[in-house]
């Protein structure tokens, strides 16, 4: 009788263990009911590594170029006094009524020297931005640029003069001039005569006066450049060649819009950083004709499939240059497209897009 009361008893604790091991148990930490994987993990548990995904590529190349190079460039600040063409347009005033001092950045290649001449780029901002925006604004990145460095949390970079100075010391491009000036006005702010898209493109409209009567001229009789000094419309012209212009989001609207189809004579490389105005077979035929002898050397076109307001327009400009302009670009010769699946309306796709424009226009092979 005894021998059974105890093999009962052990029986009993056995199951009891075995239920108390099957129980669920919950840490202090846990959210009850949370499925969710721990940071930079997938669902199934298994730890993300960017080197692994094809889309993060990009990304990691140009991460090499984020470094402090040993022989590093200089940002200059240079002020000047302009007329406010925009402002005066808007307020029905008479030319010559309001002026304001501005401010632009120029970027010097490490070893610049007055006994060479250099490429120059000007390189243009985005809506709601200043020129600060190129070389000294913290800017936000994507959440697949979180995703690819590890970052948990929002972060803002800016590493547009470390790549810039890699990319030259490695060999990858010849040693160029960046300008970055603003198409806005310094003492007006971007939105005070509205916020829409029709309301604010006034601003580009006016900007190629500015940009061709003062600041092409006041940046190229002060730096060494293939106009050497010469910045009358016909020394303009004949370096046109060693000239390009860019832009981010309504830079490169006005890139495309505005330059492409009125300044072939200054410009002969563009491009455009998720955003472009509309261009045609007539506009750019115009362009052609009325400037005899120059054509387009280089046409960049950068957008992304995460940048859901920029993404179907861009595309559809892609499809128009391939049906509609092919005998003046061919792609993968003076026409890229190039498509982040990845890439939103961030500053890393930004970057991604200058990263590869430079080393196609200022190619040192």
């Known amino acids: 009788m005894k021998k059974k009361i105890v093999l009962t008893l052990a029986l009993l604790l056995m199951l009891l263990a075995f239920f108390a091991a099957c129980a669920p148990t919950q840490n202090s930490g846990d959210t009850q009911g949370s499925s969710s994987a721990p940071s930079g993990s997938t669902s199934d548990g298994d730890a993300y590594d960017p080197q692994e995904d094809p889309l993060a590529q990009p990304y990691l190349e140009l991460m090499q170029y984020y470094d402090d190079c040993a022989t590093p460039g200089n940002v200059e600040t240079l002020t000047y006094t302009v007329e406010m063409y925009a402002v005066e347009e808007k307020e029905g005033e008479a030319p010559g009524t309001r002026f304001e001092e501005k401010k632009l950045y120029v970027y010097l290649p490490y070893g610049y020297t007055a006994e060479k001449q250099y490429d120059i780029l000007y390189l243009l901002h985005g809506s709601n931005e200043t020129t600060d925006y190129w070389f000294y604004s913290q800017k936000a990145v994507s959440s697949f640029y979180r995703k690819v460095v590890g970052a948990s949390n929002a972060i803002e970079i800016n590493y547009t003069k470390n790549v810039l100075d890699n990319l030259i010391a490695e060999g990858k491009c010849d040693p160029f001039i960046v300008v970055t000036p603003s198409y806005n006005a310094a003492t007006v702010d971007e939105k005070a005569y509205g916020s829409t898209l029709e309301e604010t493109q006034f601003w580009l409209t006016t900007f190629e006066k500015e940009l061709r009567e003062d600041i092409i001229p006041l940046v190229e009789s002060r730096y060494s450049t293939y106009a050497a000094g010469d910045t009358s419309e016909a020394g303009l012209k004949a370096s046109r060649a060693h000239r390009a212009i860019a832009g981010f989001s309504k830079g490169g609207r006005y890139t495309s819009g505005y330059a492409m189809n009125n300044m072939l004579d200054v410009f002969s490389s563009f491009g455009c950083f998720h955003g472009c105005e509309d261009i045609s077979k007539e506009s ?82």
């Open 284 to 365: 750019i035929a115009k362009a052609l004709a009325d400037n005899p002898g120059c054509g387009f050397d280089f046409f960049y076109l950068g957008s992304g499939d995460a940048d859901v307001s920029h993404a179907k327009a861009l595309k559809a400009m892609h499809e128009m240059v391939l049906s509609d302009l092919s005998e003046v670009f061919t792609e993968g010769g003076n026409y890229t497209f190039y498509n982040k699946p990845k890439g939103g309306h961030f500053y890393d796709s930004a970057l991604l897009d200058l990263y590869h424009f430079v080393q196609r226009v200022y190619s040192a092979a």
